[in-house]
């Protein structure tokens, strides 16, 4: 794609790109059961964000920043190195690889987002998403969605090695209501779900997310559920199966607004999720499922891999109100949910 000059760039870049809900079909993005049976979620971007700003700057040195985490950390351009922030590292060290010539060029890199680390929203990926349309569009590199949902892939799971699927980066980079097939040979198809508005507000009106009060460190259950793909075991891809089968249904019945139906996918997913790891689970998301249920929830599971981090319920409009007071009570927050049409933006400030 050919190199930019980073001294063309002396405005600040800012990019924004949604989080996700997983409504069916999470863990078949994970290699290697995409390759050898072909992978499929359905997930839908909601308005919260992760944020990168990009400013040039008039010194020799590379700022990495991000300001929910309260790091900051300085770096010559002679040795950029690696530190706690190695989003931003890796993002930045590709970019000046494949982009600049090799060349580093000074800069401030600062992020922030609206949702905590381990958060079951695909708030890491995002945060990369954004990483890499703010750098793409500092430096005028021509990336599309494809590309930047790709590259932000081969920067997280390949390049610096952290574990976890495909769904997040596209879900990310596209925005709004998407299936998602994920094919042998890296072929990733985003199928983008149109419907009625009466059919989508009554949707987005049944949905709450509730955080579960501790992040989880989602690697652990990944690489046990990896483990199990690699050596075929039977629990495991049983449960990949039907998963990848609930997101075909739930497909159609979010397409035919059947909000009934839905739900009844959901609780049968939350169940093949528990399947393909021990720790997808524990008793404190359990009993927060029953609260959910017991005040008026029609189905539920973790939104992500498991372990904590949210927990997404759909629920009768009626009984939204009281779903969202007895979660909060039971000292989970609970919140409505808001669908977001578009997916990572960019703009330049001067």
Not at 36 to 65: E, H, Q
Not at 67 to 87: C, W
Not at 216 to 229: F, P
Not at 327 to 339: H, I, M, S
Request: glycine residues 10%.
């Amino acid at each position: 794609m050919g190199s930019a000059d980073p001294g063309a760039a002396r405005t600040t870049i800012r990019a924004r790109a949604p989080l996700r809900l997983g409504l069916a079909g999470g863990g078949t993005d994970l290699s290697p059961y995409c390759e050898d049976f072909g992978g499929a979620v359905l997930n839908c971007t909601i308005d919260k964000y992760a944020y990168a700003f990009v400013s040039a700057r008039n010194d020799d040195n590379v700022v990495f920043r991000a300001v929910d985490l309260g790091i900051e950390e300085t770096f010559p351009l002679s040795a950029p190195s690696n530190g706690k922030l190695a989003l931003h590292a890796g993002v930045y060290r590709h970019f000046v690889t494949k982009f600049a010539d090799g060349i580093p060029f000074a800069a401030t890199i600062t992020t922030n987002v609206d949702a905590p680390a381990g958060s079951g929203l695909g708030s890491s990926s995002a945060l990369v998403v954004a990483l890499v349309d703010a750098l793409r569009a500092y430096l005028d590199v021509p990336l599309g969605p494809y590309d930047v949902a790709h590259l932000a892939f081969f920067i997280e799971r390949i390049d610096l090695g952290l574990a976890g699927g495909k769904q997040d980066q596209y879900a990310s980079a596209f925005g709004g209501v998407n299936f998602i097939e994920f094919l042998s040979g890296d072929r990733v198809i985003v199928n983008p779900l149109r419907m009625p508005d009466a059919v989508l507000n009554e949707v987005e009106t049944s949905i709450v997310v509730s955080f579960s009060g501790q992040s989880r460190q989602s690697a652990a259950i990944i690489d046990n559920q990896t483990a199990g793909m690699k050596s075929g075991t039977v629990r495991t891809l049983d449960a990949l199966h039907q998963l990848k089968a609930d997101a075909i249904d739930m497909k159609r019945a979010l397409l035919q607004g059947k909000v009934d139906e839905m739900a009844t996918i959901l609780n049968r997913s939350w169940i093949s999720k528990k399947a393909t790891a021990d720790a997808v689970t524990n008793p404190q998301l359990d009993a927060l499922y029953e609260i959910g249920r017991r005040a008026g929830a029609l189905g539920g599971k973790v939104s992500g891999a498991g372990g904590g981090g949210y927990m997404m319920f759909i629920v009768p409009p009626e009984e939204r109100f009281r779903l969202v007071t007895a979660l909060n009570e039971a000292g989970a927050l609970a919140t409505p949910v808001k669908f977001t049409a578009l997916g990572c933006e960019t703009w330049q400030v001067r």
